[in-house]
């Protein structure tokens, strides 16, 4: 599912990241890759606070929309 | 010969940080992603032969922002003589992947493991000797932040130069690695053999920014290559690296002892949840921002303030000046150019610093303790709606310090039209320059009201807010805003020393100013006040200075200061901000009416009513910031985009502040309804309609007229 629909406190593991331009390249230096873990901390409006690895990272929701997780 | 020793790492490391332990130099630190946007150059403390380059952080060698280019382009093409990478140790997965990166570029390479302190205090600890091993290059840990281990790990990074043994790239799985040394072969004759590897893989990649002269038949038995390992492993050969990546970083984060921990909430966590909620978030926004313009405008700072003015400016110099000068029977002319030029017009912008040095002082604060990636989080959501992404608000929180860095900072912004927009937008906020007239207009016409200083930064936020939604819908600007990915980063108390000396050195620079530019204005100003055209002294409402200002004075008359010595100080705020206090002082007199504690702003209320002070005050918040800002938006958009912000910001403030002074004064009763109020209620039409019509079609008439008017 896309990860816009994970409630906070959930934790899913990433399947897809879906588009091929410069910004799925800077989410996949920030860590965002397939089978990396993310879990989501908290939501506002549709955008996202998100735990990826050990770091915090604040999505909006088209960009969170383009990540598919389990 | 010089060394050079490039430190390179993730955003917010500590890379600025332990540069200026490094070189002793002051550079701008704070707690956000994306402080550095330039690359900046030191000397090693006591060792004068090295050259330490401090530069913009990055996520990889893939650059996605203006700045991250400036750092691949470095590393790349002007090859330091070793990298010191910069390692964030709380997060070390991620760093390592850039790790990965650099290794490739056939230079040596030294590791500086940051924030240990961080690990140890979540219960975790990493090995660093392990670490090395596994990586085959020396591990240093330091504290960027108590100065611990820096200087030895830039020495260890000297070595490593003078030893010009490179970094040995991390491997990958074997049927990449074989694809990789067979285009390696392809590649090799056609750049320096230390450049192989990273070639390799960049070709692999199909890295769009590495263009080598290659034959279409060595490109297609590369494409060759790359698709066998594309069919094999069921992905495209970009992400195939990054997971390799990915997977190397992991590896070597185990082998340093770093297990995967399990999340808690964390302090930052707990602090977010109040600070990003739902209903608060945006309250306590305007909390924090209303606490740093009446604590500086109103409180402490107005105090000091006070006391600058009305007794060091008012009792203590000028009657010391005064005397010294009448003992050394200097003309008349040089009494006047130094009591009611230089003390008078300097002393005015500078009696305002200590009200300067609490909003230094309050942004220092705010810049370290990571509350700002928290705003842009924040306000994404609202400027997405007029098609403006939370990255912009960066910008404009620096800009509240200085217009010129907030204006360069607009270069983390990845989409050009998002860009050319913030940099527009981005002087509406008033910057430190501003603070002085703001205090003065609320300290002579509005009895120091507290709310005039809030009010002001509102102001400069409505007018941002209202200029994204009119501008997205011209043909310059339409578009979709970029998306908003941004790391936030912990939060941590700033240390006192590091705040202290971010608020003494603007203030420096602030003396510095009052000082150099503002002396000569003052001076000059001065002088055309005094002389008439045949160098005569003659009344101050004679002079040259009269002459012109009286020309000018009849284009602001319908914003309510029509008084040419208004004209002539908004005019002069184009110098510097500060200038049009200075200005103001000069042609007011202050100095005369000092010594009466009560009336110094005296003379002002004679030709300003209030609502007049207040259009005053908010056409001066939103034209044309200084030349210096004016000249950094030339650097960063070029001479076209240049007019086109600087018309525009002009327009937007006399027209703002015409329809603040007609709809004021009619309202007080100051005014009776006439042209003007007809002329407003015009302008106040034509601005809604342009807020709130529907997003036009490309090429209607309709929007062009609209563009026009």
């Known amino acids: 599912m896309p990860l816009t629909f994970a409630k906070p406190g959930h934790t899913g593991v990433i399947q897809r990241i879906l588009g091929k331009d410069e910004a799925r390249r800077h989410l996949e230096s920030l860590g965002f890759v397939v089978g990396a873990a993310v879990s989501v901390v908290a939501e506002r409006g549709g955008n996202l606070i998100l735990q990826i690895r050990d770091s915090r990272v604040a999505l909006d929701r088209a960009t969170a929309s383009r990540i598919l997780i389990s | ?709």
């Open chain 2, 1 to 709: 010969m010089g060394m050079k020793i490039a430190l390179a790492g993730n955003p917010n490391c500590g890379k600025t940080t332990l540069f200026n332990a490094l070189t002793g130099a002051s550079q701008h630190v704070g707690n956000w992603p994306g402080v550095t946007v330039e690359k900046k150059e030191g000397k090693l403390r006591g060792h004068g032969d090295v050259i330490i380059q401090d530069l913009p952080g990055v996520y990889s060698l893939s650059p996605y922002t203006l700045e991250e280019v400036v750092t691949r382009d470095y590393l790349v093409t002007e090859q330091p003589d070793a990298i010191l990478n910069i390692i964030d140790a709380s997060n070390l997965e991620r760093n390592l992947y850039l790790t990965t990166q650099l290794m490739e570029l056939g230079l040596p390479v030294v590791i500086a493991l940051n924030m240990m302190d961080v690990v140890r205090r979540q219960g975790g600890s990493i090995q660093s000797s392990a670490l090395s091993q596994a990586l085959g290059v020396p591990v240093v840990e330091i504290s960027a932040l108590k100065g611990e281990n820096c200087v030895e790990a830039a020495l260890e990074a000297v070595r490593a130069a003078k030893s010009r043994q490179a970094a040995k790239p991390v491997t990958f799985g074997e049927d990449i690695e074989h694809a990789l040394e067979q285009i390696g072969t392809q590649v090799s004759g056609h750049c320096q053999p230390s450049h192989n590897r990273w070639y390799a893989v960049k070709l692999f990649e199909r890295d769009a920014r590495t263009e080598l002269p290659l034959g279409q038949m060595a490109k297609d038995t590369i494409e060759a290559y790359i698709k066998t390992v594309e069919d094999a492993q069921d992905d495209d050969a970009e992400s195939i690296i990054t997971n390799a990546r990915y997977e190397c970083a992991a590896k070597l984060a185990h082998a340093a002892g770093r297990e995967g921990k399990v999340h808690k909430l964390t302090g930052s966590d707990k602090i977010d949840q109040i600070v990003t909620n739902r209903w608060l978030g945006f309250p306590i926004f305007v909390g924090v921002m209303f606490l740093v313009y009446y604590l500086s405008i109103s409180t402490v700072g107005t105090m000091m303030t006070d006391w600058v003015n009305d007794v060091l400016f008012g009792e203590i110099i000028p009657p010391a000046v005064e005397g010294w000068l009448a003992s050394a029977a200097t003309p008349e002319w040089l009494n006047g150019l130094v009591l009611d030029g230089i003390v008078a017009g300097v002393g005015s912008v500078l009696g305002f610093l200590p009200q300067m040095m609490v909003l230094f002082l309050c942004l220092a604060f705010l810049e370290d303790c990571g509350y700002m990636a928290r705003i842009a989080f924040l306000m994404d959501r609202i400027f997405r709606r007029f098609g403006l992404s939370g990255k912009s608000f960066i910008p404009m929180l620096i800009g509240t310090g200085c217009g010129v860095p907030g204006i360069m900072a607009s270069r983390t912004i990845e989409n050009q039209r998002d860009r050319r927009m913030t940099v527009i937008t981005t002087t509406f906020i008033p910057c430190s320059a501003k603070l002085p007239v703001i205090a003065l207009i609320a300290g002579a016409l509005f009895g120091g009201a507290w709310w005039v200083g809030p009010s002001a930064y509102f102001v400069g936020v409505a007018a941002i807010i209202c200029s994204g939604i009119i501008l997205k819908k011209t043909r310059l600007f339409v578009g979709d805003p970029a998306p908003f990915v941004m790391e936030l980063p912990a939060y941590h108390w700033p240390s006192l020393k590091g705040v202290l000396r971010h608020m003494w050195e603007r203030a420096v620079a602030f003396i510095k100013k009052a000082g150099t530019v503002i002396f000569l204005a003052v001076t000059l100003i001065w002088f055309l006040q005094t002389f008439n055209f045949r160098l005569e002294m003659v009344e101050q409402n004679e002079s040259i200075l009269a002459s012109i200002g009286n020309v000018l004075a009849p284009i602001f008359a319908p914003l309510g200061w029509g008084d040419w010595r208004a004209a002539v100080a908004a005019i002069s705020g184009l110098i510097a901000k500060e200038n049009v206090v200075g200005t103001l002082g000069v042609l007011f007199g202050f100095a005369e009416v000092a010594e009466d504690g009560v009336e110094i702003w005296g003379t002002m209320q004679q030709v300003f009513t209030p609502v007049a002070a207040y259009s005053f005050l908010v056409f001066n918040l939103l034209c044309a910031p200084c030349f210096a800002a004016i000249g950094a938006v030339r650097r960063e958009l070029g001479g076209k985009w240049t007019l086109i912000a600087v018309g525009y910001q002009c327009l937007l403030a006399y027209m703002v502040s015409l329809c603040i002074y007609q709809f004021g004064a009619l309202l007080t009763g100051a005014a009776s309804f006439g042209v003007g109020t007809v002329v407003a209620i015009i302008i106040l039409v034509v601005f809604l309609y342009l807020l709130f019509r529907p997003q036009p079609k490309p090429e209607s008439k309709l929007r062009r007229a609209a563009v026009k008017a």
